[in-house]
């Protein structure tokens, strides 16, 4: 006994101190208790196998797939217009949307979608950013209490709850809690924002870093000629190659890229294809052509191949619609060239970027003049900044050109920002799928499965760029750190030390009845998770918590809702959540603000559950 307990001392004085990574920490205390033989090799790797660390790695990737395709920027930015101007419509529709999102995805992912959506609207509304933001970032929080999935210690106390034999949980058993948790922080929040955050986060700091997509499009007028063109089966294009049309050379135009309808019958797997127009590309029909260039010329080209132009309200392929340049596949970026490149006063064309790089050359920006025209006779001079277009990769290889010139900005980073649009429908309907299997009871699947189909189905259908952004999505920090901080649960079990604590509480509180010693596990933990992380005060005091209404002779279940509240509603510290921190800056926050406004709520949270939870599920 004495050893479990001198390192989960030892452990959770460096979770505190934060020098060394918390999953480092944990695995330490892993082989302590392995050295000393307080748990056998399979009691210890137990934790790495258990089905709510692989529920969790699922949970990453369907998040990851919802943010990924856009799906929750859409549904939130459009809630969030409703509001206007009100700052008492906005306030309450920030507080319903993140806690809404919250309840499905994970809070630091929705706090950081959330976030400039946010500031933006605060700043159209003529508010202070930083009277929403706290607020976001706890409501992130109060919305993971509404589901089972929400947070990790709700995960805890169901599994610990399904071990001693009480039964399961279902996915909404939290609903309630969530709603009083949202409403109660819904009115406390209200007065204490006013009174204490309308000052905050006036200032707009501009971002530093490369330019984005968006700018560059805007900077090289690409969007401001840009027509879209159909190819029929009866135009004059089909079945010839870009190279035989010669379209830049007889019509000035250039092709920027094409996009291709997904004629299988596996449409739901794929709903768009981007193609960079090479030479050799076949022209087919239904395909559609993103063309730059003046409107004659366009007129000229459509009218001599039996080409239909599109108006801006002609879908051409799923949900990718409007005239748009989309950087699914195919980026663009910048790239300098340096004094002693080779191709210093050669030829666009004469450099080759489409046979040796697979890349065309959209522009050239050459101090403030901008030559956008007749690129393939125009002469690079040192210092020329030459925007290219080809797939991601391509623009990836080009950075190792670095004696030649210097790629501008993060390409490959931009690349992961951007959002797979046109899958938002297929990620819906996945995510609709695994509630569906979770809820009903009817549907023969067990609920770590329903989240592992779901993840497959965001892989296979196309929701990630590929596999290895799916991989990405996964916080390993956090896996590790549950996975070898839940053995740690069986060797206080084990060598008795959760029957003493448990033991000492009801001593100290059971006299005074079951509510006093609610009372005492609710604030207990959230004291706890003030300094370590709420997954790891959760999985010490779930077991705590179990042994305490067993020796009282109650049952455990409002002890256990006491446990995952009490972890999760820490509001008194900015690094107590990783949402917390996340707003601090952008909020201007100090660490006496979070006192002010989160201390007070984390008392009256406490205060309603205790009164609450005894309600929900009785004694």
């Known amino acids: 006994m004495l050893v479990t307990i001198l390192i989960l001392v030892i452990s959770a004085a460096f979770f505190v101190s934060g020098k060394f990574r918390s999953d480092i920490v944990a695995l330490c205390a892993l082989l302590g208790l392995l050295i000393f033989q307080v748990l056998t090799p399979e009691e210890a790797l137990a934790g790495f196998s258990n089905q709510v660390v692989i529920m969790m790695i699922g949970l990453f990737v369907v998040g990851g797939a919802i943010f990924q395709t856009g799906l929750a920027k859409m549904i939130s930015s459009k809630i969030l217009k409703l509001a206007g101007k009100s700052e008492l419509k906005l306030f309450l ?34 508010m202070s950013p930083g009277r929403l933001l706290m607020p976001l970032a706890f409501a992130s929080s109060m919305g993971g209490m509404m589901t089972l999935i929400g947070t990790p210690p709700n995960l805890i106390i169901q599994d610990t709850l399904s071990g001693a034999g009480y039964g399961e949980l279902s996915f909404f058993s939290f609903l309630p809690v969530g709603l009083v948790c949202l409403a109660t922080g819904i009115i406390v929040l209200l007065p204490l924002s006013r009174i ?105 080209f459509a009218g001599d191949y039996g080409l239909e132009i599109l108006d801006e309200h002609t879908s051409e392929v799923a949900s990718a619609a409007g005239k748009t340049l989309a950087f699914y596949d195919i980026g663009i970026a910048e790239i300098v060239l340096m004094p002693s490149s080779d191709i210093i006063n050669r ?43 080809g797939t991601w990769q391509d623009i990836g290889r080009l950075s190792k050109e670095d004696t030649e010139w210097v790629v501008l900005g993060q390409p490959l980073e931009e690349a992961a920002k951007v959002t797979l649009d046109y899958k938002a429908p297929v990620a819906a309907v996945i995510m609709i799928l695994m509630v569906a299997m979770m809820v009903f009871n009817f549907i023969p699947v067990a609920p ?93 005091m779930a077991p705590i918590a179990l042994q305490s209404a067993v020796q009282l002779g109650v049952s455990p279940v409002p002890f256990l809702f006491a446990v995952t509240v009490g972890a999760s509603m820490c509001f008194a510290s900015p690094f107590s959540t990783p949402p917390n921190a996340l707003v601090m800056p952008a909020g201007q926050y100090t660490f006496m603000d979070y006192i002010k406004v989160g201390l007070p709520l984390q008392v009256i949270m406490g205060i309603v559950m205790i009164i609450v939870l005894p309600l929900l599920f009785p004694f």
């Open 93 to 126: 529709l920030v507080m319903l949307v993140t806690g809404s999102i919250g309840a499905f995805v994970s809070n630091t992912g929705t706090v950081a979608l959330l976030l400039p959506i946010v500031v933006s609207l605060a700043f159209n509304a003529g």
């Open 196 to 300: 204490f955050l309308s000052g905050k986060g006036k200032k707009s700091e501009k971002v530093s870093g490369g330019k984005s997509l968006n700018q560059l499009v805007n900077e090289y007028s690409l969007a401001d000629n840009l027509f879209r063109i159909r190819a029929s089966e009866h135009s004059g294009i089909i079945g010839k190659t870009v190279l035989e049309i010669d379209i830049r050379r007889r019509y000035g135009i250039n092709i920027l890229e094409i996009r291709r309808g997904e004629t299988s019958q596996h449409r739901f797997l794929k709903t768009v294809t981007q193609e960079l127009a090479s030479p050799d590309t076949v022209i087919s029909s239904g395909d559609v052509l993103y063309v730059n260039g003046n409107v004659e010329n366009i007129n000229r």
């Open 347 to 389: 030829t666009i064309k004469e450099a080759g970027f489409r046979d040796k790089f697979n890349v065309n050359v959209l522009g050239i920006r050459r101090k403030n003049e901008y030559i956008l025209h007749e690129l393939g006779d125009a002469r690079m001079h040192s210092g020329d900044v030459l925007l290219v277009q």
């Open 448 to 540: 770590v499965t329903a989240v592992m189909i779901a993840g497959i189905l965001m892989v296979l259908t196309g929701c990630f760029r590929n596999v290895e952004a799916a991989y990405k999505t996964i916080n390993w920090e956090t896996i590790v750190l549950f996975a070898a901080m839940l053995p740690m649960s069986t060797a206080l079990e084990k060598t008795g030390v959760s029957d003493y604590i448990s033991g000492a509480l009801v001593h100290g509180l059971g006299d005074f009845g079951p509510t006093a010693l609610l009372a005492g596990i609710y604030f207990t933990t959230s004291l706890m998770t003030m300094f370590i992380s709420n997954t790891v005060t959760a999985v010490l």
